[in-house]
Every structure is written in C-alpha cells, then in structure tokens.
C-alpha cells in the first residue's frame, strides 16, 4: 500500500472547500454544522502551515 500524501496548503483548503459545498448543500442542519466545522479545521490546518513555513 502506498504511502499517504503529505497534507500542503493547497490541498487542506480543497478539502475545506469540498466540505463547505457539500454543507452549502445539505438541508439537514445538523450535519450542515458539523460539516462546517470540519472545513473549519481544514482552514486551520492550512493557516497552521502557511505559518510554519513562513
């Protein structure tokens, strides 16, 4: 099995954005949130890392 990508700016903020389309989407509030606050985490992952290679 191949080994995993390294997570980069760019890709954390595609998953930030698949995740908020999907939530932009769905009609169950509870699940719009969560995935919401997963893009979220995303963002922050990608902020994290613009700031450790700045």
Known sequence: MPAAAPVTFESALG????????AELETNLPLM????????SW???????TEVNS
């Open 15 to 22: 998953h930030a954005a698949r995740l908020l389309l999907h």
């Open 33 to 40: 949130e969560r995935l919401e606050r997963l893009a979220d």
């Open 43 to 49: 963002i922050a992952i990608a902020r994290t890392l």
